[in-house]
């Protein structure tokens, strides 16, 4: 069986490698046959793919313990989801499940265009299998997934297996590496077509339309991706935290953010045919940073809790991510005439510019939080001196920058596009401004004297009122045409602008998350001892441990306490936080007890016993607002997927095309 | 799914030692005890162990988990190990506090339920008697030979009085303050000194003792911070230092900006292109060609919205004739 799995990857990388050639020669020979060839080769790499992911997927569920993957990540008592689960638990299998989801990806398109952009399509192949290749490659020569534990070493035993990390057993991990993965992987369909637009230097925006959907299918992938990962570390972790400014946390961030600006900048060029090398840049950037943040996780590059130790596979990394850049900016230089805006920037005040602010404010996060990462490490190379980069310099360098884009996200929507005039803005800002002034004046009264928190939470309100006024302008207006009900004129009056509208429940989510971000300004936390039936004060609670038990099943042992939540000495709930002891791999995790609301979570994390066993040690968290980020999430879950929903209207956009410019670009192609 | 050859290999217990590397450690005391103790827990013995090698237990753990300190932890960092470490604090005096700092305080209790009563013994729990916990119990001395076994236990009571505190009570509201300056090296996790949630982390909890005993001794938190980055360097430093390369580190982000902003101003001035500047008019006017747009627009079905700023828009557009 490992045979027949390793043997299918060394083919998928030979003919992913045939693939990339042929269609490229293909295109430039004029053999049509040759690009055939590669479409079909790519149907194939994808069914070895399938194939030797099943096979792993079957080591892994039937427990076929000679293997070093099957043996290291899994054991026989875990249960069948967690064994499915260990297919990206270690190094080997994520990289084989990058390739099969590429590999999958790249099936989708060629099928999905077999008859469309046939220009372009061999070198959205070539791009694509030049990927595969890479990683192909890694899996059948340096880290294979089918690797037989300690050939001709005398061992016959193979034995149970080490299990998943028990901090892994969690739903949110299962699903969290292949989301931010579909949405890693998926960006280099963007990319792709990016790409070979450019190189085969194809006029407009064809490549921009085809991949626009991908592209926010992608970022929301990825959206959730780094989400679900901030829940897990939320309920699992036990720390009273959701974000440490891990370096591997920053990898997932890095794509998310330049992929969020460039979601936003091609707007301009679907509409303007304005900032095209800016959206090449930009779509180059969010796929290398993709890379980047695999070699982070995958290579040990930087110490972190997610980094896997020491790797071989950093060299390949390394030069697979340099080799990349210098190709894209070579490819980038040499067709810069090529990239020339066909639209001029009218005003300072326009929706043009409020877009380049966008994009200005969300790089240099993404630089800020790519600087902190590397830093150390160039640091070191050069001084040889050591130097910690931790959560206090993201917070500080990252919360003004992320104030000022929540105050763009509020007023860049409203703004016209060519031109605003003052009066216009006067009048669409006067509500909103008055909201958020009345909002830090009501908070400043009620006590909360934090400079940033009450920033933030006015920057809220004045950005959830434009948003709420949008609505309600455009709803009332249906209204007082079609005579419907207000709901279901803003209803009507999504659907029949789904992107716009979408897109302004995106900005509500994300304005909500920033709610819940906030609310880490007033965290409280405490450490405490209970004996049974003792009661400590933590915020306006009182905590009552109950009772305390033992247990045990197949795969793990664990204690549980029991602790009352009492306020004014009535309970109104109780928290079972444990301590969980795996066997297999001799690991210990927690599970944390949670008590969710709206205006504030109360988090008990079980740390164990006093030595004299009279005590049990708990770690309190207060933790308010934290709720409105998973609110948030759904509703930016939400957005995405009406910007998704085709809008009842086929619009037409008022493009601003200049004509001179336009047939130069004609005289050149031809 | 496996050829029948193959499943003779499968059956018998595996210890996952053998996969990771070296455990057998002929030299030094102790070490017997640790193979003979393949879970990797109850080695707090040999921490114990007056000859001070606390590092058997290091090569005994491959796994790094398993001390009893770890029982402690919900996320498993910091064994106990790593109290022997070289970096000065640590080393047998905080093995041997009993107050939770290092396992190895369990030996001093006769009764042998040093470490377990985390999970495997809880004496108040109600209901079911305690499981046997076979990982976590508590492996007594009998591989040591009997004197190394008493110096063990005078040695750790005559030290126990040192700390007779929760290693939480360092965690003063002073030690807090100028621990948020210090960063937290357990590679578990970004945090501070002052604010490292991991209850007995192995780098913060002595860190704290530390900054506390500094306190004690007067100094003011400039001068702890001093005193820890010179003999650690920079790197002790939750946040670069604002001078040298930590202030390149600082100000690079802001450059950054800067940069962004005067290449869009480049931009802006190469690429403006006023539009022709529209007459002024009165909000009456404006107001009734906002009305009328809105009725024509509703009536072809297209809602108000069709473009994305369609009123103002058109109402520039529209306003010119006048």
């Known amino acids: 069986m490992e045979n027949l799995g390793a043997l299918s990857i060394l083919l998928a990388f030979c003919l992913s490698v045939f693939a990339a050639v042929a269609a490229v020669a293909g295109k430039y020979t004029q053999r049509p046959f040759l690009v055939l060839s590669a479409e079909r080769a790519v149907y194939a790499i994808w069914a070895l793919l399938t194939l030797a992911s099943g096979l792993l997927i079957n080591a892994l569920m039937t427990g076929d313990f000679r293997l070093a993957y099957v043996a290291a990540h899994s054991d026989r008592a875990m249960a069948p989801v967690y064994k499915f689960a260990a297919w990206w638990g270690g190094q080997e299998g994520s990289l084989l499940l990058w390739s099969w989801l590429l590999a999958t990806y790249s099936a989708v398109i060629v099928f999905t265009n077999r008859r469309k952009f046939r220009n372009m399509m061999p070198l959205v192949i070539g791009v694509m299998m030049v990927v595969l290749a890479f990683f192909t490659c890694l899996i059948t020569f340096v880290v294979s997934p089918f690797q037989v534990l300690m050939v001709g070493k005398g061992i016959v035993d193979a034995g149970d297996g080490q299990g998943l990390n028990p901090l892994l057993q969690w739903w949110t991990m299962v699903i969290h590496p292949p989301m931010l993965y579909l949405g890693y992987v998926g960006f280099t369909v963007p990319f792709a077509f990016a790409m070979a637009s450019l190189v085969s230097r194809q006029p407009g925006e064809a490549w921009i339309h085809t991949t626009r959907r991908w ?26 935290g959701y974000w440490g400014w891990d370096p591997v946390e920053n990898a997932s961030l890095l794509p998310w953010i330049t992929a969020t600006a460039f979601l936003h900048s091609v707007m301009m060029q679907e509409k303007k045919g304005m900032m095209k090398v800016w959206n090449m840049v930009l779509v180059s950037a969010t796929f290398l940073l993709s890379i980047l943040g695999t070699t982070l996780t995958r290579t040990g590059l930087v110490s972190s809790v997610h ?103 509020g007023v860049g929507p409203l703004i016209a596009w060519r031109k605003s005039s003052l009066d216009s803005l006067r009048r669409a800002f006067w509500i909103p401004s008055l909201v958020g002034v009345c909002t830090v004046v009501a908070l400043l009264i009620a006590g909360i ?65 920033f709610i819940g971000f906030t609310g880490s300004a007033f965290n409280q936390r405490d450490t405490v001892n209970l004996g049974i039936n003792q009661i400590a004060r933590f915020g306006n609670y009182d905590l009552k441990l109950t009772n305390v038990t033992d247990g045990q099943t197949d795969e793990y042992e664990y204690t549980q306490a029991f602790v009352d939540v009492m306020q004014n000495g009535q309970v109104i709930d109780q928290l079972e936080p444990e301590i969980r002891h795996y066997k297999a791999s001799d690991q210990q995790s927690s599970l944390v007890g949670i008590r969710r609301r709206l205006n504030e979570d109360m988090q008990i994390n079980f740390s164990g016993v006093l030595q004299d066993g009279s005590k049990a040690t708990f770690q309190l968290y207060l933790l308010p607002l934290v709720s409105w980020i998973w609110v948030g999430f759904a509703v930016v879950l939400g957005g995405t997927l009406v910007c998704l929903i085709p809008s009842k209207v086929r619009l037409q956009y008022a493009r601003t095309e200049v004509v001179g410019v336009a047939s130069a670009l004609q005289k050149v192609q031809s | 799914m ?97 107050s939770g700092y290092g396992s190895a305080a369990d030996v001093a209790q006769p009764s042998g339920c040093g470490s377990a009563p985390a999970v495997g013994q809880t004496p ?26 008493t110096l063990a236990v005078a040695f750790l009571l005559s ?90 580190t600082w100000v690079m982000p802001f450059f950054a900006i800067g940069i962004g902003l005067w290449v869009y101003t480049l931009w802006v001035r190469r690429n403006r292109q006023p539009a022709a500047e529209a007459h002024p008019v009165d909000s009456a006017v404006l107001d009734r060609f906002r009305d009328q747009i809105e009725a024509e627009t509703e009536d072809r079905g297209a809602g108000t919205s069709a473009l994305a700023p369609p009123i103002r828009g058109h109402k520039e557009k529209n306003k010119r004739p006048n």
């Open chain 1, 215 to 240: 592209a926010i299918v992608t970022w929301l992938f990825q959206t959730c991706g780094v989400t679900l990962g901030m829940g897990w570390a939320y309920t699992v972790l036990g720390w009273g």
């Open chain 2, 159 to 248: 030290l126990s009085f040192l700390v007779a505190q929760d290693p939480t009570s360092f965690m003063t509201a002073d030690v807090a303050r100028a621990g948020t300056r210090l960063a937290c090296r357990c590679e578990g996790c970004r945090n501070t000194v002052g604010d490292c949630p991991m209850l007995h982390c192995h780098f913060a909890d002595p860190m704290r003792r530390r900054i506390h005993d500094m306190q004690k001794a007067g100094m003011s938190d400039d001068e702890i911070v001093r005193d820890i980055v010179r003999e650690e360097g920079v790197v002790a430093l939750s946040s670069p230092p604002t001078s040298g390369w930590g202030l390149f």
């Open chain 2, 124 to 149: 108040w729990s109600a209901g079911n008697p305690p499981v046997a916990h076979s990982a976590l119990r508590f492996r007594p001395l009998r591989h040591i030979r009997t004197w190394n076994k």
């Open chain 2, 2 to 98: 496996l050829p029948a050859h193959f499943k003779k290999f499968s059956p018998k217990k595996f210890s996952p030692k053998r996969m990771s590397t070296p455990v057998a450690q002929p030299s030094g005391c102790g070490s017997a005890a640790d193979v003979a103790q393949p879970s990797g827990y109850g080695s707090a013995a040999e921490v114990a162990q007056p000859s001070g090698c606390g590092s058997a237990a290091d090569v005994a753990q491959p796994s790094g988990y398993g001390s009893a300190a770890d029982v402690a932890q919900p996320s498993g960092y910091g064994r106990a190990a790593d109290v022997a470490q070289p970096s000065g604090y640590g080393s047998a005096a905080d093995v041997a506090q009993p």
């Open chain 1, 307 to 409: 980094a896997f130790a020491q790797s071989p596979i950093k060299p390949y990394f390394t030069t697979f991510l340099f080799a990349a850049l210098a190709l894209v900016t070579y490819a980038i230089l040499v067709n810069l005439p090529y990239l020339k805006s066909e639209a001029r920037l009218e005003s300072v005040i326009s929706r043009e510019s409020s877009f380049l602010f966008n994009n200005l404010i969300l790089l240099a996060s993404c630089f800020a939080v790519l600087w902190g990462t590397l830093f150390p490490v160039i640091m070191e190379a050069l001084t040889k001196e050591k130097e910690t980069i931790d959560a206090p310099y993201y917070n500080r360098v990252n919360v003004p920058i992320a104030l000022f884009l929540l105050f763009l996200t």
């Open chain 1, 449 to 513: 004297t934090h400079v940033a928190a009450l920033t933030s939470f006015g920057l809220c309100a004045f950005v959830l009122s434009t948003i709420a006024l949008e609505f309600w302008k455009g709803s009332r207006a249906i209204q007082a045409k079609e005579k419907i009900a207000l709901p279901h004129a803003a209803f009507e009056l999504t659907w029949r602008n789904t992107r716009r509208y979408g897109g302004y429940l995106v900005h509500m989510g994300i304005v909500l998350m």
